[in-house]
Nanobody, 121 residues
Protein backbone atom coordinates (compact mmCIF):
# COMPACT_ATOMS: atom_id res chain seq x y z
CA UNK A 1 0.00 0.00 0.00
CA UNK A 2 1.24 3.51 -0.87
CA UNK A 3 0.64 6.30 1.60
CA UNK A 4 0.47 10.05 1.03
CA UNK A 5 0.36 12.30 4.07
CA UNK A 6 -0.79 15.90 4.03
CA UNK A 7 -2.11 18.67 6.24
CA UNK A 8 1.00 19.83 8.04
CA UNK A 9 1.81 23.47 8.57
CA UNK A 10 2.81 26.23 10.94
CA UNK A 11 0.39 26.86 13.79
CA UNK A 12 0.39 28.57 17.15
CA UNK A 13 0.33 26.76 20.46
CA UNK A 14 -3.13 25.69 21.65
CA UNK A 15 -4.47 25.59 18.10
CA UNK A 16 -5.70 22.57 16.14
CA UNK A 17 -4.65 20.84 12.95
CA UNK A 18 -5.83 17.78 11.07
CA UNK A 19 -3.47 15.51 9.18
CA UNK A 20 -4.67 13.20 6.42
CA UNK A 21 -3.12 10.11 4.92
CA UNK A 22 -4.50 8.72 1.66
CA UNK A 23 -3.79 5.08 0.87
CA UNK A 24 -3.61 3.55 -2.58
CA UNK A 25 -2.38 0.36 -4.17
CA UNK A 26 -3.16 -2.78 -2.24
CA UNK A 27 -6.46 -2.81 -0.48
CA UNK A 28 -6.76 -0.49 2.48
CA UNK A 29 -8.91 -3.02 4.22
CA UNK A 30 -7.46 -5.24 6.94
CA UNK A 31 -4.60 -2.80 7.56
CA UNK A 32 -4.13 -1.20 10.92
CA UNK A 33 -3.07 2.39 10.36
CA UNK A 34 -1.06 4.74 12.47
CA UNK A 35 1.03 7.84 12.87
CA UNK A 36 4.58 8.32 14.03
CA UNK A 37 6.56 11.53 14.39
CA UNK A 38 10.19 12.57 14.44
CA UNK A 39 11.31 15.80 16.04
CA UNK A 40 14.63 17.43 15.14
CA UNK A 41 17.50 15.53 16.71
CA UNK A 42 15.24 12.83 18.11
CA UNK A 43 14.25 9.31 17.15
CA UNK A 44 10.99 8.52 15.47
CA UNK A 45 8.25 7.82 18.01
CA UNK A 46 4.82 6.27 17.96
CA UNK A 47 1.87 8.67 18.14
CA UNK A 48 -1.35 6.76 17.50
CA UNK A 49 -2.79 3.71 15.76
CA UNK A 50 -6.22 2.48 14.75
CA UNK A 51 -7.40 -1.02 13.92
CA UNK A 52 -9.33 -2.29 10.93
CA UNK A 53 -12.15 -1.29 10.53
CA UNK A 54 -11.65 1.30 13.28
CA UNK A 55 -13.10 0.03 16.55
CA UNK A 56 -9.86 0.10 18.49
CA UNK A 57 -7.14 2.68 18.90
CA UNK A 58 -4.17 3.48 21.04
CA UNK A 59 -2.15 6.59 21.74
CA UNK A 60 1.17 7.66 23.11
CA UNK A 61 0.83 9.10 26.59
CA UNK A 62 2.15 12.43 25.36
CA UNK A 63 -0.82 12.97 23.04
CA UNK A 64 -3.60 11.13 24.86
CA UNK A 65 -6.62 13.38 25.29
CA UNK A 66 -5.38 15.87 22.69
CA UNK A 67 -5.07 13.81 19.49
CA UNK A 68 -7.71 11.62 17.86
CA UNK A 69 -7.05 9.08 15.13
CA UNK A 70 -9.85 8.03 12.79
CA UNK A 71 -10.29 6.41 9.41
CA UNK A 72 -12.68 6.60 6.47
CA UNK A 73 -12.66 3.18 4.84
CA UNK A 74 -14.61 4.39 1.83
CA UNK A 75 -12.10 7.14 1.08
CA UNK A 76 -9.13 4.94 2.09
CA UNK A 77 -7.93 7.73 4.33
CA UNK A 78 -6.74 7.92 7.93
CA UNK A 79 -6.79 11.16 9.91
CA UNK A 80 -5.04 12.57 12.92
CA UNK A 81 -6.96 15.38 14.58
CA UNK A 82 -4.57 17.32 16.79
CA UNK A 83 -5.83 19.79 19.37
CA UNK A 84 -4.22 21.89 22.09
CA UNK A 85 -0.98 21.72 20.19
CA UNK A 86 2.26 22.38 22.04
CA UNK A 87 5.66 23.46 20.75
CA UNK A 88 6.95 20.00 21.68
CA UNK A 89 4.55 18.53 19.11
CA UNK A 90 6.74 20.06 16.40
CA UNK A 91 7.92 17.19 14.19
CA UNK A 92 7.61 15.49 10.86
CA UNK A 93 4.55 13.27 11.06
CA UNK A 94 4.52 9.98 9.16
CA UNK A 95 1.57 7.76 8.48
CA UNK A 96 2.12 4.03 8.41
CA UNK A 97 0.33 0.76 7.70
CA UNK A 98 0.53 -2.62 9.41
CA UNK A 99 -1.17 -5.57 7.66
CA UNK A 100 -1.23 -7.81 10.72
CA UNK A 101 -4.19 -8.32 12.98
CA UNK A 102 -4.53 -5.78 15.77
CA UNK A 103 -2.31 -6.75 18.64
CA UNK A 104 -0.13 -5.41 21.40
CA UNK A 105 2.26 -3.70 19.03
CA UNK A 106 1.94 -1.69 15.87
CA UNK A 107 4.76 -2.58 13.47
CA UNK A 108 4.36 -0.87 10.11
CA UNK A 109 5.58 -2.27 6.82
CA UNK A 110 4.59 0.75 4.73
CA UNK A 111 5.36 4.42 5.36
CA UNK A 112 4.23 7.71 3.92
CA UNK A 113 6.62 10.51 3.07
CA UNK A 114 5.91 12.68 6.11
CA UNK A 115 4.34 16.08 6.65
CA UNK A 116 5.90 18.81 8.78
CA UNK A 117 4.03 20.26 11.73
CA UNK A 118 5.55 23.30 13.41
CA UNK A 119 3.98 24.70 16.56
CA UNK A 120 5.09 28.15 17.67
CA UNK A 121 4.83 29.35 21.24
Amino acid sequence: VQLQASGGGLVRAESSLRLSCAASGRTFSRYSMGWFRQAPGKEREFVAAISWPGRRSRYADSVKGRFTISRDNVKNTVYLQMSSLKPEDTAIYYCAADPRDWGTTFSPVSWGQGTLVTVSS
